[in-house]
């Protein structure tokens, strides 16, 4: 299977803004959409945005709508979150995922490859 490496965590004030990059390994980039998600201590994993295989659509959870913006370099086989406004609800730590199948999706099941995450800290 692909490996996807995210980089770019750390810790940041309230209003502050961080980029995440996700890094993924083999030829096939661009066949896959590409997902991320975030996961707090005692919270489930739920969905921040994701992008389509060449970039031309993006989606993205109300929560975060407005503030955090995907992009994808697929030269560099590399995907962005970038997060601005941050919030201290925003503190997780964030996953990126692929999809084989391409599409826009929410759902956790749909995605078929999953990095080991970046821990987020927004401080108030």
């Known amino acids: 299977q692909v490996q996807l490496v995210e980089s770019g965590g750390g810790l940041v004030q309230a209003g502050g803004s961080l980029r995440l990059s996700c890094v993924a390994s083999?030829?096939?980039?661009?066949?896959?959409?590409m997902g991320w998600f975030r996961q707090a201590p005692g919270k489930e994993r739920e969905f921040v945005g994701c992008?389509?295989?060449?970039?031309?659509?993006?989606y993205y959870a109300d929560s975060v709508k407005g503030r955090f913006t995907i992009s994808r370099d697929n030269a560099k086989n590399t995907v962005y979150l970038q997060m601005n406004s941050l919030k201290p609800e925003d503190t997780a730590v964030y996953y990126c995922?692929?999809?084989?199948?391409?599409?826009?999706?929410?759902?956790?099941?749909?995605?078929?490859?999953w990095g080991q995450g970046t821990q987020v800290t927004v401080s108030t």
């Open positions: 995922a692929a999809d084989v199948q391409g599409g826009l999706t929410s759902s956790s099941r749909d995605y078929d490859y």
């Open positions: 083999g030829r096939t980039f661009s066949n896959y959409a």
């Open positions: 992008i389509s295989r060449y970039g031309s659509s993006t």
